[in-house]
T-cell receptor, first 108, second 114 residues
Framework: GQQLNQSPQSMFIQEGEDVSMNCTSS?????WLWYKQDPGEGPVLLIA?????ELTSNGRLTAQFGTTRKDSFLNISASIPSDVGIYFC????????FGQGTELSVKP | DGGITQSPKYLFRKEGQNVTLSCEQN?????MYWYRQDPGQGLRLIYY???????QKGDIAEGYSVSREKKESFPLTVTSAQKNPTAFYLC?????????????FGSGTRLTVV
């Protein structure tokens, strides 16, 4: 099935550093979503983007819907240990299509 | 509070046995989904249902079966035909198939074949 290309696959960073991850696709999407999954739990929605070019923040998180509608990025500023987890992008055209995930590790 | 409940959290199955994973939602959502998650592979769609008594295969439906007899419930059966069933299974729901507000996920069931 169709998938999004999410990168990087994993990141190991120091507490306080900023983080950036992105998703790209050959298809146009109507909506981009970013989820976070804590170990052993289901993903939880962080940010939803509905318009090309839209830039949305949620606390230390900022996400953008690419102008071509084929990509999106998520930034986390001043990372803290509880940011640890797997971050998924998802593009919507009918059902959601998920990226492979970015596993984030934060060293105190 | 509304949400999705998956049970059990952990499940052990002997090889050759069928097992059913439960998913219940009280969000009044029409659409429900089952995903399988393996390390480093993201979320792969097994089955989805738009309305009661109707469901469609996703990308990896072989060895799985579902039913949707009630709006609130979408159980997944992992059959003995599934060759590699050990995985983390996630159920999700959305207002409708378009789900413009995204999916709500359950907390998952980890299935281990012993």
């Amino acid at each position: 099935g169709q998938q999004l290309n999410q990168s990087p696959q994993s990141m190991f960073i120091q507490e306080g550093e900023d983080v950036s991850m992105n998703c790209t696709s050959s298809s146009i999407f109507n909506t981009w979503l970013w989820y976070k999954q804590d170990p052993g739990e289901g993903p939880v929605l962080l940010i939803a983007l509905y318009k090309a070019g839209e830039l949305t923040s949620n606390g230390r998180l900022t996400a953008q819907f690419g102008t071509t509608r084929k990509d999106s990025f998520l930034n986390i500023s001043a990372s803290i240990p509880s940011d640890v987890g797997i971050y998924f992008c998802a593009g919507q055209k009918g059902k959601l299509i998920f990226g492979q995930g970015t596993e984030l590790s934060v060293k105190p | 509070d509304g949400g999705i409940t998956q049970s059990p959290k952990y499940l052990f199955r002997k090889e050759g046995q069928n097992v059913t994973l439960s998913c219940e939602q009280n969000l009044n959502h029409d659409a429900m989904y089952w995903y399988r998650q393996d390390p480093g592979q993201g979320l792969r769609l097994i089955y989805y249902s738009q309305i009661v008594n109707d469901f469609q295969k996703g990308d990896i439906a072989e060895g799985y079966s579902v039913s949707r007899e009630k709006k609130e419930s979408f159980p997944l059966t992992v059959t003995s035909a599934q060759k590699n069933p050990t995985a983390f299974y996630l159920c999700a729901s959305s207002i409708d198939l378009g789900g413009v507000y995204g999916y709500t996920f359950g907390s998952g069931t980890r299935l281990t074949v012993v």
